[in-house]
């Protein structure tokens, strides 16, 4: 008991000889920002072209009057020859074999063939055209005993078009055609079936060349080239993503197309495109805009991943520093005891929170302290303790870990400052002030973000997304504040959409 109480007694005056300020040096303060990563995201940009500007200029470019005929047979009607017991009109002859009993009989053959509407459908990534054709076919003048003959025949022509892309943006279409005759054109004379199919399929062959060649040319005429330089212009843009606390921006530049594929209903056709951008988050000022680049060939393929980005929660030091003031300073106004010291009669005044060294948080103390009834132990001090951040994967609760007075305090190990926070209750007293939850401010950010990518118009080019998924990061300390980033992914478009 005597030697306890000797051991107290050299304490007590060691503290009283400390009646003073004393100063311990500061942690180095770092000022580095908030660093987000590029990421790159990929929108899809359809390009709907209506079905029935397509066929109307089908239609427009194909003549109504497919083909005419107006030619000299020489056989019309093919010599006959009679065998033996066999009848030419109607009269029995006898013979040889082979024997030859008319002539070939000639005629003039005058003709045309008129389309009817031309017509579009389709289904996935194949249009379907249909054209039916009419024709009229007369023989006059047959070896001079048939004055004339008509005959009338239809055929539908019908083509399954697979539409693809030039690396130059031009539209091509592969066409598969085939036709066939419903009611092929024929007369009976003299006894015999006479066709004209040879004759009207010579003249369909080259209708079926021009559809094969009018068909892309009308595409080019849709304009697709400057809808896709127009979306890609507008695709270089900066959102505001947070407009306070903190502001927040993202800046999307376009860096390839690519032709996902077309898809084809009864009304449109849609042209997919896949737009490759870089999206980057700035926070605080808002940066630059991007500068626009030509637009560049068409890519083979892009992997569809949707919009990818980041947006920060970032908590201002000055929000935490007065709750851990609060926090010490009801600490104080229910006495402090520290074990081998004894009562402590401590005032708090102010707090400082910064960024240090090795992504720690340092936390400033300002207080003045005293043994309870000895004002001769009275010490002044701004004591620093420093920490390790810490947060569970995807969770906005902050707490700090390791704790604990930075710097070297051995020559002031009895300093009644320093005693106070080597004592395991203060320094808890800190960390539970320090555990801090942003779920507000993360929900804050988020429902900010949502908003901001639900529409952005850029010209005559509409940016719309929507987040699917949110997840976070590990939280640091910067110069800024406490950050957590949040990482959000989704899906969305850039159309062509002119105002009008």
């Known amino acids: 008991m005597i030697a306890r109480c000797g051991v107290l007694a050299l304490l007590a005056c060691a503290l009283a000889s400390c009646n003073r300020t004393i100063e311990i040096q500061a942690p180095p303060k770092v000022e580095t920002k908030a660093e987000l990563p590029k990421l790159i995201s990929t929108l899809e940009a359809p390009i709907v072209v209506p079905m029935a500007d397509i066929q109307a200029a089908l239609n427009r470019a194909a003549p109504t009057v497919l083909w005419n005929i107006n030619q000299y047979e020489d056989a019309c009607v093919p010599a006959q020859r009679a065998f033996k017991g066999g009848k030419v009109l109607g009269v029995k002859i006898f013979g040889q074999k082979g024997l030859k009993v008319t002539p070939n009989l000639g005629c003039q053959i005058v003709g045309r063939a008129v389309r009817g509407p031309i017509r579009l459908s389709g289904k996935g990534?194949?249009?379907q055209m249909t054209m039916p054709v009419s024709a009229v076919v007369s023989v006059r003048d047959?070896?001079?005993i048939i004055r004339q003959e008509t005959a009338t025949g239809a055929v539908n022509v019908t083509a399954s078009v697979r539409l693809g892309m030039r690396s130059d943006w031009t539209p091509t279409a592969k066409l598969d055609i085939t036709y066939n005759w419903t009611n092929p054109p024929g007369i009976d004379l003299l006894g015999r079936r006479i066709t004209f199919i040879k004759q009207a399929d010579s003249r369909l062959t080259g209708v079926v060349a021009g559809l094969e060649k009018s068909l892309p040319a009308e595409l080019q005429k849709l304009n697709v080239r400057p809808q896709v330089a127009q979306i890609w212009r507008g695709g270089f843009t900066t959102i505001l993503l947070n407009r306070e606390n903190p502001p927040a921006w993202m800046r999307v530049s376009p860096q390839k197309l690519g032709v996902v594929g077309y898809n084809a209903n009864k009304t449109n056709i849609t042209l997919t495109i896949a737009a490759q951008l870089l999206t980057?988050?700035?926070?605080?000022e808002r940066p630059t805009d991007p500068v626009p680049t030509p637009l560049p060939p068409a890519a083979n393929t892009l992997k569809e991943v949707g919009i990818v980005f980041n947006t920060p929660v970032i908590a201002d030091y000055g929000e935490i520093e007065p709750v851990i003031l609060r926090a010490l300073q009801k600490r104080a106004a229910k006495g402090i005891n520290i074990r081998n010291v004894g009562a402590v009669d401590a005032t708090f005044q102010n707090v400082t929170v910064y960024a240090t060294?090795?992504?720690?948080?340092?936390?400033g103390i300002d207080l003045a302290a005293q043994l309870v009834g000895k004002p001769r132990t009275r010490t002044s001090a701004v004591v620093w303790l420093t920490g390790?951040?810490?947060n569970e994967p995807n969770s906005a609760v902050l707490s700090v870990h390791d704790l604990a007075i930075a710097g070297d305090t051995s020559n002031a190990a009895v300093n009644l400052a320093i005693r106070l926070f080597t004592d395991p209750t203060m320094i808890g007293t800190v960390q539970a002030a320090l555990t801090e939850d942003f779920a507000k401010d993360y929900?804050?950010?988020?429902?900010?973000?949502?908003?901001?990518?639900?529409e952005r118009r850029q010209g005559d080019v509409v940016v719309s997304a929507q987040i699917d998924k949110v997840e976070s990061g590990r939280i640091e300390a910067t110069g800024q504040g406490l950050f957590l980033p949040v990482r959000a992914t989704g899906s969305g478009t850039i159309k062509y959409q002119?105002?009008?």
């Open 357 to 363: 060294e090795n992504g720690r948080v340092a936390v």
């Open 125 to 127: 990534q194949i249009l």
């Open 142 to 144: 047959v070896g001079g």
């Open 388 to 390: 390790t951040l810490f």
């Open 280 to 284: 980057e988050t700035f926070v605080g």
């Open 443 to 454: 929900d804050h950010v988020i429902a900010a973000a949502r908003k901001a990518i639900q």
């Open 498 to 500: 002119p105002m009008r």
